[in-house]
């Protein structure tokens, strides 16, 4: 079985930063989609980052230069980095694993990411 466990959330001022890590058991990273959303309070979840199978990214408009993913396979894990945080990146963040070859998508259970003034 596929499991993924995010780390690494918290309280943070505005302007400050944290990083997210995820780890993957189960299957390796190799070409699949890996990815960062997000969900704020009342809101549906959205995309913030992913590398595609080609390994390019695609990131929201709302965190082009101040978020940025990577990754370790050797280690099987993902990584977000935020920077400049704001009060709109409040929200739980998941981690997602999609598989093409069985069209199928994984989800940590979240990592609660809160931004004061």
């Known amino acids: 079985q596929v499991h993924l466990v995010e780390s690494g959330g918290g309280l943070v001022q505005a302007g400050g930063s944290l990083r997210l890590s995820c780890v993957v058991s189960?299957?390796?990273?190799?070409?699949?989609?890996m990815g960062w959303y997000r969900q704020a309070p009342g809101k549906q979840r959205e995309l913030v980052v992913l590398f595609t199978s080609d390994g390019s990214t695609n990131s929201a408009d709302s965190v082009k230069g101040r978020f940025t993913i990577s990754r370790d396979n050797a280690k099987n894990m993902v990584y977000l980095q935020m920077n400049n945080l704001k009060l709109e990146d409040t929200g739980v963040y998941y981690c997602?694993?999609?598989?093409?070859?069985?069209?199928?998508?994984?989800w940590g259970q979240g990592t609660q990411v809160t931004v004061s003034s």
């Open positions: 997602s694993f999609y598989v093409p070859t069985i069209d199928r998508t994984y």
């Open positions: 189960g299957r390796e990273l190799g070409r699949n989609v």
